[in-house]
């Protein structure tokens, strides 16, 4: 009996030790991080692809990998962890506080430099909220001499491959987009009602929308709802 006992206790560790350093099964094959269904590629240029991330309650992206350079502009929030291929969930932390409506909208940081330290990961969402960021990728080099865009404001964040500037504008007014040697992505982060007017009218009509421009014409945004608004203009170095 002691002989079975020892040859079953045997058997059972080798079934459950190797399980736990396998690699993914075949349907969670790490995918392009372009390709993932919860990453929806809304601009695919050779310089620059925009996406709208929404990862709702208690869902999770599939293994996706990241090489090229990356912005994240928050759009709601909710509780993440992440997962980095070959590694186990972390374990899990004491349960968050009760959450507050946020004052400001998220900030901007700076940027994943996926170029010098490629990564494959999955997001689970483990708040009660959507999970929404909007992505944008610079395919190019960047350019670290890029000159700075003609505005005399502070950014909020700059790199070889970004410049970001926030607009805070009142209800009824507007206010000068940045201009800059390149592509301008702006991005509304409140509700409200807001346009930008230049070379091309572009309406944006809540948290998500945003306008792709040159950067070298001039744009205003205009703030036409009741509701002071914020948004990003963030230069895109080396996207023409």
């Known amino acids: 009996m002691r002989a079975a006992s020892l040859l079953i206790g045997m058997w059972v560790v ?23 269904p919860r990453h929806h590629l809304v601009v695919d240029t050779p310089a620059l692809r925009i996406l709208d991330i929404q990862i709702p309650p208690g869902d999770t992206t ?17 509780r993440t962890r992440n997962q980095n291929l070959g590694e186990d969930w972390p374990a899990p932390s ?34 009660t909220t959507l999970f929404r960021l909007i992505g944008i990728a610079n395919m190019t080099p960047g350019d670290a001499t890029s000159p700075a865009a003609a505005s005399p ?8 491959w970004y410049r970001v500037e926030r607009l805070v504008i009142a209800p009824g007014s507007s206010a000068p ?6 592509t301008i992505v702006v991005v509304m982060q409140t509700n409200g009602s807001a346009a930008l007017d230049g070379k091309v009218w572009h309406p944006l009509n809540g948290p998500g929308d945003f306008a792709r421009i040159d950067g ?15 948004l990003v203009a963030i230069a895109v170095k080396g996207a023409k």
Do not use: C, D, W
Request: zero cysteines.
């Open 14 to 36: 080798a079934i459950v030790t190797p399980a736990a350093a396998q690699p993914p099964a075949a349907s969670e094959k790490p995918v392009p991080v372009f390709e993932e």
């Open 62 to 78: 599939l293994f996706h990998m990241h090489n090229s350079a990356m912005i994240y502009v928050p759009i709601s929030s909710s």
């Open 94 to 127: 004491a349960a968050p506080p009760a959450p507050t409506a946020p004052t400001r909208p998220g900030r901007i940081n700076g940027g994943a430099n996926y170029v010098e330290k490629p990564t494959t990961h999955r997001v689970n969402n483990i708040g």
């Open 153 to 160: 404001a502070k950014p909020e964040m700059e790199n070889r």
């Open 177 to 182: 987009v940045p201009t800059f040697a390149g």
């Open 216 to 230: 070298t014409t001039a744009y205003v945004v205009h703030n036409r709802g009741a509701s002071e608004i914020e």
